[in-house]
């Protein structure tokens, strides 16, 4: 069975930093690019950043570009996104997306973590 | 980006009707487009890829079709589980993008 969990989600002030993981089970994960997508609190749903499978490739929204970075470990099963310069509107539900099908670095998602919660507040 | 607009907002249905919901995209996206659902306090649930595809374990009332810009999911007897909200999505070019979303809900 497919499992993404999500972890490293809190409460932090603008400015701050935080690093989020996704530990990955059920799957080859080194075979598979994989994605952060968010949701803030009652909004729709933001696509952040992707990467490729061998992390040869990545790209990022224009409202995380140079705040966020996105990195992987596939001997650990793990994603991970570490978020720097946070605003209050980085404030959202972060999930790890496991790709159905991806083209040019732009996919659909057939599993998806439960999230975590990453409030920026003072 | 392209941006894709859903409508209605908000689409008020009893339990065995039919519902109809529509998303439409700035520029042609091909059948590059997926259907999801998403409950309170859930993650969402890929329902449909390639515009009318059928993801796994999808029931059949559950169908998409439409190319280029204009594309339809339709629920063709409304059970209780499907009252929800139902985002597209189009991965045709990068960056991929959501519409805002059609809430269903019980009349």
């Known amino acids: 069975e497919v499992q993404l969990v999500e972890s490293g989600g809190g409460l932090v002030q603008p400015g701050g930093s935080l690093r989020l993981s996704c530990a990955a089970s059920g799957f080859t994960f080194s075979s598979y690019s994989m994605n952060w997508v968010r949701q803030a609190p009652g909004k729709g749903l933001e696509w952040v950043s992707y990467?490729?499978?061998?992390?040869?490739?990545?790209y990022y929204a224009d409202s995380v570009k140079g705040r966020f970075t996105i990195s992987r470990d596939n001997a650990k099963n793990s994603l991970y996104l570490q978020m720097n310069s946070l605003r209050a509107e980085d404030t959202a539900v972060y999930y790890c997306?496991?790709?159905?099908?991806?083209?040019?670095?732009?996919?659909?998602?057939?599993?998806w973590g439960q999230g975590t919660l990453v409030a920026v507040s003072s | 980006e392209i941006v894709l607009t859903q409508s209605p907002g908000t689409l008020s249905l009893s339990p065995g009707e039919r519902a109809t919901l529509s998303c439409r995209a700035s520029q042609s996206i091909s059948s590059s487009l997926a259907w999801y659902q998403q409950k309170p306090g859930q993650a969402p649930r890929l329902l449909i890829y390639g515009a009318s595809s059928r993801a796994t374990g999808i029931p059949d009332r559950f169908s998409g079709s439409g190319s280029g810009t204009d594309f339809t999911l339709t629920i063709s007897r409304l059970e209780p589980e499907d009252f929800a909200v139902y985002y597209c999505?189009?991965?045709?070019?990068?960056?991929?993008?959501f519409g805002p979303g059609t809430h269903v809900d019980i009349k």
């Open positions: 997306a496991r790709p159905r099908y991806c083209g040019g670095g732009s996919c659909n998602f057939d599993y």
């Open positions: 999505q189009q991965y045709g070019t990068s960056p991929p993008t």
């Open positions: 990467i490729s499978s061998s992390s040869n490739t990545i």
